[in-house]
């Protein structure tokens, strides 16, 4: 892809114009030679013991040319943190979408219908939905061999619980009996879908011992590694292509369903396509937004000193670990939350159930706790008879502060997001009676890790940028070649990119954890840097000039002070070959001795942390319960913006996620954990009619320890603080709090009655 200009300054994102026409090709519009369809056989059981599978008659149909299940593929555990998952359903399945068998046959509709054949008895075992009744040391075990997995050691697994954290500093017992005044709330979250407009799309193919898999996936790399260590082969026998991805929002991340099309591809000889319906997208991925329980206490002087807070949650991990094992350590800093604490006691369970299984969507954990932990701070000061914004100004961290887990923050701007947030949303003196406005704030650190890049010049002086990053909607990829053209004095135009190729390029985390322009800008940069000094030595010979005397402007490289005296790039590329490669130094996390805690999982401190301040105006129907979000205001910190139009971007998506999540959308599930409304109709998302006007600013700071040019992440933290700014305000007009997530109407009418 080559970057284009229309107009001279401005910079056409490189993806834009196939997206925009439509002539831009995704992973379902693929069609390989001889290629057959995949189709999965769900357990369509919640839990329960497998006593056979019979595929003959689905082998038997004709145009049915591969059949598979556990007994046809190595048997291998997989999983992010734990190993506690097959690709097949080998003896028991653990919630409705476990897949026990996967066919491949000439035509979508036969593979279906071949699928559907596969014989599955099964034995009914106790169904696990209440994740908060499993803690109990009675409950039925949801892997009952759950000691037997290979799992990282700090998560403190035991009986049903996957993950356990906590966060202590202090007597929080003394501070609660000393205190003003002490505030408790309990609040319930349902779980939310990632719902990616494209659903998810595979196609594999064999040559020789290679297999080559399209995928609309977030994480190539990832998914790489998931293939070899399922199928048994090494991972140079695996490339992972991401044609153009139709969003994500994390539902993309981790190792899904692309061992078990390369399986099929394999046995039937052929390449093979899976594409899923809307239905599969809700009901078969094990990826969505996790069910909480929280119940907070906060203490209090009489000034809004914060004593004390005390913290229990409960997180529904659903049937597998997947790469979410970090949950509990994450909901439990958010229970912290950006604010000054004396003492602090909280404790954080992850825990199985039989329900679908939970991994990273957009900010895991954060938008729910952070829901919660709004109301709780208005509910306090309300107690304290402050205004809420003042209790914030006096309490919210800022530069020199110490969290509880013994981190001191750096230069950080969280109340003046705060302060911005309120002057653009403006007093909510005089508003009608069925309107009010309210604010959150919340926090979200970045992940440093590592990345690498190339960049080559052609010999006619443009450029191929050569990058592991994965891009998936939100342009964080595409603003690589503005990087590199102002590193060596070119246009972003003379950039090509070549990206989202496992065989290409080197690795990298893939668009998950806001991490793209925080690590792969970084090292794109130190590429170009690379072939600067490069051109700056074949320049210097070529001109007889000292290299500190030469500078890059202008697609030339030119003497300092004589214009006159230049060779152009092209110039330089036609003789010789320039190939920059950079990786760049991996900023290292801040210190955070996290005494007494247990599960440090690497979150116990928050390393560049991005702290978001929302101010929604809202307008509530008491007689009906219904809620429409009029405004937001939404200021950031997220260190040094480089690249405005993305960065504003991400704000309007996340805010209008934030504002589904706080009013409409929520997996419903029945008593055995089946989803009640997996399809479109019945799970509203917040559509363009739906949306707020949205205000945007950004507090800009030069971040030590950071990103690029004290850049931090972007992508996440839009959505965290909406709901809680919109539960406030709903409360503000109904004097009640709604303590279930999502607002519904019929919750918002119930709590106002």
């Known amino acids: ?224 590694a998931g293939i070899a260590r399922t199928l048994g082969i090494p991972e140079s026998n695996v490339r992972v292509i991401v044609p153009l991805l139709g969003g994500g929002f994390g539902a993309k991340c981790d190792f899904h369903f692309e061992g078990h099309v390369a399986a099929l591809a394999r046995a039937a000889g052929r390449p093979v396509k899976l594409v899923f319906s809307r239905h599969e997208e809700f009901v078969a991925v094990g990826h969505r937004r996790e069910g909480m329980v929280i119940e907070l206490e906060t203490a209090a002087r009489s000034d809004g000193t914060l004593l004390a807070r005390r913290a229990r949650l409960v997180l529904d991990s659903g049937a597998y670990c997947g790469e979410g094992g970090f949950f509990a350590q994450m909901a439990a800093m958010h229970a912290h939350g950006p604010y000054e604490l004396e003492t602090v006691q909280i404790e954080s369970s992850l825990v199985y159930s039989n329900n679908q299984p939970s991994s990273s969507i957009r900010a895991p954990t954060a938008p729910q706790v952070c829901w919660a932990l709004e109301q709780h701070m208005d509910e306090l000061a309300e107690a304290l008879g402050l205004d809420p914004v003042e209790l914030r100004r006096r309490t919210l961290i800022e530069e020199g502060s110490v969290t509880a887990t013994g981190q001191v923050l750096e230069r950080i701007a969280m109340k003046e997001t705060l302060d911005r947030a309120v002057e653009l949303i403006g007093g909510g003196d005089g508003l009608p009676e069925d309107e009010a406005i309210g604010v959150a704030c919340g926090w979200w650190p970045c992940f440093a890790g590592s990345s690498g890049a190339y960049v080559t010049l052609n010999p006619d002086g443009t450029g191929t940028i050569v990058t592991g990053a994965q891009e998936n909607g939100t342009g964080a990829v595409m603003a690589m070649p503005t990087y590199v053209a102002d590193e060596l004095g070119m246009r972003p135009q003379d950039f090509s990119l070549l990206y989202q190729d496992t065989d290409a390029a080197p690795w990298d985390a893939g668009s998950c954890g806001s991490q793209t322009t925080f690590n792969n800008a970084r090292a794109v940069i130190a590429a170009a840097v690379d072939l600067r000094e490069q051109l700056l030595d074949a320049a210097s010979d070529k001109l007889e000039a000292a290299r500190e005397d030469l500078e890059l402007v202008s697609g030339s490289v030119r003497v300092k002070g004589s214009p006159e005296k230049a060779v152009s790039v092209a110039e330089l590329a036609a003789e010789g070959t320039f190939h920059g490669k950079g990786a760049g130094e991996v900023p290292e996390a801040p210190v955070a001795p996290a005494e007494g805690c247990v599960g440090r999982l690497g979150n116990e401190s928050f390393h560049a942390p991005q702290l978001i301040a929302h101010a929604a105006h809202v307008k509530v129907d008491r007689d009906t319960g219904v809620v429409r979000v009029l405004r937001v205001a939404a200021v950031h910190d997220c260190g040094r913006i480089l690249n405005r139009a993305g960065a504003d971007g991400q704000v309007y998506g996340g805010v209008v996620m934030g504002v589904g999540q706080a009013l409409t959308e929520g997996t419903q599930l029945d008593e055995l954990g089946r989803q009640r409304n997996p399809h479109l109709l019945d799970y509203k998302l917040i559509t363009a009619s739906d949306a707020p006007a949205i205000e945007i600013d950004w507090i800009e700071t030069d971040t030590p320890n950071a990103g690029p040019k004290g850049s931090k992440g972007v992508g996440e933290p839009p959505c965290v603080p909406t709901a809680g700014a919109i539960a406030n305000a709903i409360a503000k007009v109904i004097g009640a709090r709604v303590r279930h997530l999502p607002m519904t109407p019929e919750r918002v009418w119930e709590a106002g009655q």
């Open 1 to 224: 892809m080559t970057a284009v200009e229309d107009e001279p300054g401005t910079f056409v994102r490189p993806d834009g114009r196939e997206k925009v026409t439509g002539t831009g090709r995704y992973t379902a519009d693929l069609t390989l030679t001889g290629q057959l369809h995949a189709a999965f056989r769900y357990a369509d059981h919640p839990h329960a013991r497998i006593t056979r599978i019979d595929a003959a008659k689905a082998r038997a149909l004709p145009g049915v040319l591969a059949v598979l299940t556990h007994e046809d593929v190595p048997d291998v555990l997989y999983g992010g943190m734990v190993a506690d998952r097959r690709l097949f359903a080998r003896e028991t399945v653990r919630f409705e979408g476990d897949i026990v068998a996967g066919v491949a046959a000439v035509t979508p509709e036969l593979a279906r219908e071949a699928a559907a054949l596969v014989e599955v008895e099964l034995e009914q075992l106790p169904v696990v939905t209440d994740f908060e009744a499993a803690l109990a040391t009675d409950s039925p075990l949801v892997h009952s061999d759950w000691e037997s997995y290979e799992g990282d050691e700090e998560l403190g697994r035991h009986h049903n619980v996957l993950g356990f954290s906590t966060i202590v500093k202090g007597d929080v017992d003394t501070a609660l009996a000393a205190a003003d005044v002490v505030v408790r709330g309990s609040y319930v979250t349902d779980p939310v879908q990632g719902v990616p407009i494209e659903p998810r799309a595979i196609v594999a193919q064999w040559q020789g011992h290679r297999v080559t898999v399209w995928s609309s996936t977030q994480v190539p790399y990832v998914a790489r």
